[in-house]
């Protein structure tokens, strides 16, 4: 199976700032990593999918990249609505994996 | 518009069965693959398996083969996840989630979960 590491598992910053979180694969999975986005209340929400393309109705402000064994997902100037849960998940085989999870909190 | 409703919480005893339902709706039902994903409360997604909606044939990870059991009703748009014998770590939120177009397993569309708590 591939193992995702996803890290950090907590992340703090502010309105405006820009952050980043990693997920590494065990294995390459070529471009394929899905982001999603965990919110209370709201069901899960697919932000990016095969690395680096926007899911339609994502905001331009999250990017991914990344290919073989390292992915990054980037979300410049943080909007009050964007603190959540973050997921990566490989989508190159089976069985699926998904990393632990990245939350991002209002510091 | 696309939504996946999934049947409500379930409280169980160890040793009880559970049925957890998804009921599809805006698109053509047996045109992708339904999947279904576990999360134990304050923990991770894991990934439990997923059914074919055309032919039916289900494939389970290994850490969900014998007591669980994916199947369809078709004509209702909805696919059931069936758990018996239930154990203490069963205790979840189970979610159902739609494939991708071309066979590609990401996930676009997710059900709201259902939590199934196993406590005796």
């Known amino acids: ?107 | 518009q696309i939504q996946l409703v999934q049947s409500g919480p379930e409280l169980k005893k160890p040793g009880e069965s559970v049925k957890i339902s998804c009921k599809a709706s805006g698109y053509t039902f047996t045109d992708y693959a339904m999947h279904w994903v576990k999360q134990v409360p304050g923990k991770g997604l894991k990934w439990m398996g997923w059914i074919n909606t055309y032919t039916g044939k289900p494939t389970y990870a290994d850490d969900f083969k014998g007591r669980f059991v994916f199947s369809l009703e078709a004509s209702a748009s909805t696919a059931n996840l069936q758990i018996s014998n239930l154990k203490n770590e069963d205790t979840a939120n189970v979610f159902c989630a739609r494939e991708g177009p071309y066979w590609d397993p990401r996930f676009a569309y997710w059900g709201q979960g259902t939590l199934v708590t196993v406590s005796s």
């Not at chain 1, 982001?35 to 932000?47: H, I, M, R, V």
């Open chain 1, 1 to 107: 199976d591939v193992q995702m590491t996803q890290s950090p598992s907590y992340l703090a910053a502010s309105p405006g700032e820009s952050v980043s979180i990693s997920c590494k694969a065990s294995k390459s999975i070529n471009t394929y990593l899905a982001w999603y986005q965990e919110k209370p209340g709201k069901t899960n929400k697919l932000l990016i999918y095969s690395g680096s393309t926007l899911q339609s109705g994502t905001p331009s402000r999250f990017s991914g990249s990344g290919s073989g064994t390292d992915f990054t997902l980037t979300i410049r100037s943080l909007e009050p609505e964007d603190f959540a849960v973050y997921y990566c998940q490989q989508h190159n085989e089976y069985p699926l994996t998904f990393g632990s999870g990245t939350k991002l909190e209002i510091k």
